[in-house]
């Protein structure tokens, strides 16, 4: 029998995601990120670029920035002519309300009159720390809160969870708040919610998960190092998505994001790169693919 890694590079075995993310020339982030990541897990990576930047925001000065919004809508609708079909659609960082309503439409596009519909992961990037990013408005949090309403899977901070809830942001003191505040996200439409940042105890920081079909809650710690790291929200929701393109639960699909991004940040750090330019990611995309498969998973 054919080994099932041997089997993925068959016509029509491997899956097709497509990233709706910005493009930054420099600086590790959005699809610099998510396309190398999804390829080296064994899943083809479409794109719909949403701007492309000559870097990101954080650290580099004044952004040259060329907006694509308008191109947004065509490109999709482009590929439904030549039907153009994915497994996973997967956002990221959105820029303004229109972006926001274009790819609730993309959505819409891609769910609909298929033999099967794609997995729809939102990871809905509006801030950190307890603070709206700069760009990020009232009218852009409803808007990403709709957006939510309508994914498989969600892929929240702590600050971004309670913009979501309309709640005031603090930061769970045990394990029975954060259940509770995944169980409330879960309640806005997504059926499986991944908690990102929590931390229980003052060394360790990681992720939870709640699904809601399975009643099912789980985490996944690491040892934390001090320190502002550009783009690991967007590893981390990459390398999930690849975990569940490749059928691990949800729990198991975490923990393989919480530790390869954990490495990669250690990775950094020991290299002494300037943490400006991203996160070492690279180094570590030769064993993704056989930690993704050989995981055992628990739910």
């Known amino acids: 029998m054919m080994d099932y890694r041997e089997g993925l590079a068959e016509k029509g075995k491997m899956k097709r995601a497509l990233a709706i993310h910005d493009l930054s020339g420099v600086g590790k982030c959005s699809l610099t990120v998510a396309m190398p990541i999804l390829s080296a897990a064994g899943v083809e990576c479409s794109a ?7 870097t990101h925001t954080g650290g580099f000065g004044e952004v040259v920035c060329q907006d694509l919004t308008a191109a947004m809508l065509p490109f999709a609708r482009h590929w439904m002519r030549e039907r153009v079909s994915f497994d996973a659609l997967y956002s990221g960082y959105l820029a303004s309300h229109e972006q926001l309503g274009i790819v609730k439409e993309v959505f819409r596009l891609f769910r609909g009159g298929g033999a099967s ?3 729809v992961l939102v990871d809905p990037v509006m801030g950190d720390n307890g603070r709206l990013y700069s760009l990020c408005t009232a009218e852009m949090a409803v808007k990403m809160r709709e957006l939510c309403e309508s ?20 930061i ?11 169980q409330a996200l879960a309640g806005l439409g997504p059926r499986r919610v991944v908690l990102t940042g929590i931390r229980f105890g003052q ?4 992720a939870g998960c709640y ?9 996944a710690m690491q040892e934390e190092v001090p320190g502002h790291f550009h783009g690991t929200g967007d590893i981390f929701a990459s390398v999930l998505l690849a975990g569940l393109l490749h059928g691990r639960g949800l729990e198991a699909a975490m923990g393989i994001a919480v530790d390869f991004t954990a ?11 300037e943490p ?20 055992p998973d628990k739910k």
Do not use: Q
Request: one cysteine or more; a negative charge.
């Open 48 to 54: 719909m670029p949403t701007a492309v930047l000559s």
């Open 117 to 119: 519909k794609p997995l």
């Open 151 to 170: 994914a498989d899977v969600i892929v929240p901070n702590l600050t971004e969870a309670a913009i979501l809830l309309g709640r005031e942001y603090r």
């Open 172 to 182: 769970p003191a045990s394990r029975e708040e954060v259940v509770e505040l995944m």
């Open 203 to 206: 060394d360790k920081i990681g």
């Open 211 to 219: 699904d809601a079909d399975l009643d099912w809650t789980g985490f």
């Open 263 to 273: 490495e990669s940040i250690r990775r950094t750090v020991k290299l002494g790169t």
């Open 276 to 295: 400006r330019y991203g996160v070492c990611f690279e180094l570590g995309l030769p064993g993704l693919l056989e930690r993704i498969l050989d995981r």
